[in-house]
């Protein structure tokens, strides 16, 4: 193995995880022998500028780890991706956004590295455990309130046990209890700001329109701000928005709210299997 820096690394990284997104990028790069610059999410400054100190404190001379806050993300996102000094950007965020940084790498042929959005399937085939297909159905939708690119967004249920496995879930759902986060037996929080909601609002309204049913949820929580009620969606088709778009919430079906988007699927598997992964998930959840 040879060490070979590559020079000056940029990163942009999201409010999800605003220290492991840092870290994990920042980590490589110093090991490296790089220098690194930061853009973090302007919904999570604070974070990032805990890092630079604890940084300090752990002795990294000043000038090799900075961190750049701003609400400028466009404009700060181009300057990293045109200035030639910078040879690495690493991104976490949106398929769109993702999309225009690697244009505006072009000019300066910089190295990158892009972890973009997800609409994850998480399929249940009829032979499946019905308990543990549930719990994991939870859990891979409602980590971190929905808010993570590899939560599951669409469930598609085996024709023999759809009702059983749907009624199991919104019992569950149901029961999540929502709060501070921070607080004993809380295990749902907030989603990040008032345009989360909202969103999660109109993927969920777009899907009733179409037809879904809301077993449970479904609307903006009653301790208001930006809280939303873990929701399941039933009934859900392709051409639905929540069907084709990652809701970063807690909406499972399949961004705080979680429609959860219970989708029955039927023989042939194949079609189903090829439509679930036409939206190029970055994970997919199998029970069987």
């Not at 991706?81 to 042929?109: N, Y």
Request: glycine fraction near 10%.
């Amino acid at each position: 193995m040879l060490k070979q820096p590559i020079g000056v690394c940029a990163a942009i990284t999201p409010w999800n995880f605003p220290l492991a997104m840092i870290t994990r990028k920042a980590a490589a790069a110093l090991a490296a022998g790089c220098t690194m610059v930061v853009k973090p999410s302007e919904e999570t400054p604070l974070t990032a500028l805990a890092i630079a100190e604890l940084a300090r404190q752990a002795g990294i001379p000043a000038g090799v780890l900075n961190i750049v806050p701003s609400k400028d993300a466009a404009g700060i996102g181009r300057l990293l991706c045109e200035h030639p000094v910078i040879r690495k950007l690493s991104f976490t965020g949106s398929t769109a956004v993702g999309k225009l940084l690697m244009r505006q790498c072009t000019d300066t042929l910089k190295k990158l590295s892009l972890e973009l959005g997800g609409n994850a399937p998480f399929i249940v085939f009829d032979d499946a455990d019905l308990d543990l297909a549930v719990a994991g159905a939870i859990a891979s939708k409602f980590r971190n309130s929905g808010q993570t690119c590899v939560c599951t967004n669409r469930i598609y249920v085996q024709d023999g046990i759809h009702a059983a496995f749907v009624a199991k879930l919104t019992e569950q759902v149901a029961g999540l209890k929502v709060g501070d986060g921070a607080a004993p037996e809380v295990v749902q929080g907030p989603l990040i700001n008032a345009k989360a909601v909202a969103k999660v609002a109109e993927l969920v309204g777009d899907a009733v329109d179409r037809g879904a049913r809301i077993e449970t949820g479904g609307k903006p929580h009653a301790l208001g701000g930006t809280w939303f009620e873990p929701t399941v969606l039933s009934g859900m088709q392709a051409p639905m928005r929540l069907a084709q778009e990652e809701a970063f919430g807690l909406s499972l079906q399949g961004r705080s709210g979680l429609a959860v988007g219970t989708g029955c699927w039927r023989w042939p598997l194949r079609a189903t299997a090829r439509r679930s992964f036409e939206a190029m998930p970055i994970s997919a959840f199998i029970w069987s």
